[in-house]
């Protein structure tokens, strides 16, 4: 079964710390892994994606198959980076189906 | 372009009321997929359409559920007869399969949502 866990509801930091947003995720076969990211009052949008190898607003995010994980960093947040942030998984057999965590809200503090 | 558009934004009603949410997806996408998020469980996939057939429906919670897209433009969600516990946000997403590549993930666009109060 496709599982994604996001450990932390929250997560509260001040500007300018580094941040790091977990995820694990559970799936027999080769997963594409995704953050999509709510900002107040905003859509949910698609933030990035493993296969791209692309940092967006200064997150990135590395598939570790080993552990299993897909944590999303930033080396020194912003203000603007609060925001509800989901981690979520596509199998390899119906691509257009999203497994979705249970989401962290990232909080960051002046 | 609009993006995907839901009515109602929001909808208060009393248990055991027929609920009925809409969603317009994008011009020309060709899947659309009803979401539930709540605090506990986060975001849920109900139910998604290709090309307006139902292609899994295995997230959809009981018999009280249902969904239908009568055509490119429209889809929606019924709730029959409401609960309490049905109170959530309710998200429409669409995505284009561009160029015929279904094995490859397409990025999935969102509504703005539904909030829903059963009371």
């Known amino acids: 079964a496709q599982r994604v866990t996001q450990p932390e509801k929250l997560l509260s930091v001040f500007k300018g710390a580094p941040v790091e947003l977990k995820c694990n995720y559970s799936y027999s076969g080769s997963p594409e892994l995704f953050w999509y990211v709510q900002y107040s009052r905003q859509r949910l949008q698609l933030l990035l994606r493993?296969?791209s190898r692309e940092s967006i607003k200064g997150f990135t995010a590395d598939l570790n198959k080993g552990e299993t994980s897909f944590h999303l960093k930033k080396p020194f947040a912003q203000e603007e980076d609060s925001a509800m942030y989901y981690c979520a998984l596509s199998g390899d057999t119906g691509f257009q189906k999203l497994v979705f965590g249970t989401g962290t809200r990232l909080l960051v503090s002046p | 372009d609009a993006g995907v558009i839901q009515s109602p934004r929001h909808e208060v009603t009393e248990m055991g009321q027929e609920v009925t949410l809409r969603c317009k997806p994008i011009s020309g996408h060709d899947y659309l997929f009803w979401y539930r998020q709540t605090m506990m469980r986060g975001l849920e996939l109900l139910i998604y359409?290709?090309?307006?057939?139902?292609?899994?429906d295995s997230g959809m919670p009981e018999d009280r559920f249902s969904a239908k897209m009568p055509n490119a433009s429209f889809s929606t969600l019924k709730i029959q007869p409401s609960e309490p516990r049905d109170s959530a946000v309710y998200f429409c997403?669409?995505?284009?399969?561009?160029?015929?590549?279904?094995?490859?993930?397409?990025?999935?666009?969102f509504g703005p949502g539904t909030r829903l109060t059963v009371l």
């Open positions: 493993h296969i």
């Open positions: 359409f290709n090309n307006n057939v139902p292609i899994d």
């Open positions: 997403a669409s995505s284009l399969v561009a160029g015929g590549r279904v094995r490859s993930y397409n990025e999935q666009f």
